[in-house]
């Protein structure tokens, strides 16, 4: 399912060409495969997105760690 009000697809003079074109991800509402919600209003129902984001974030903290690449603070973080 699609939004298709949004400032990626303004203005929609051809819908068609517009969803081919101009459409962005976060213009995808909810998808379904095979008779089965995988995303419904923007919530991923077939895996946890947030403990695989956790994880990403320690590999890729721990590939720098293995590099021995050291990144300087730059700007402060909030978490």
Request: net charge neutral; proline share 6%.
């Amino acid at each position: 399912m699609i939004n298709p009000h949004g400032p990626s697809m303004m203005p929609v003079n051809d819908r068609i060409a517009a969803l081919v074109t101009a459409m962005h991800s976060s213009n995808i509402v909810s998808t379904m495969c095979d008779g089965k919600w995988l995303m419904k209003e923007r919530k991923i129902l077939t895996m946890d997105e947030e403990a695989i984001l956790k994880e990403a974030q320690e590999r890729s903290e721990a590939i720098y760690k293995r590099a021995g690449i050291v990144l300087p603070d730059r700007f402060p973080v909030i978490y």
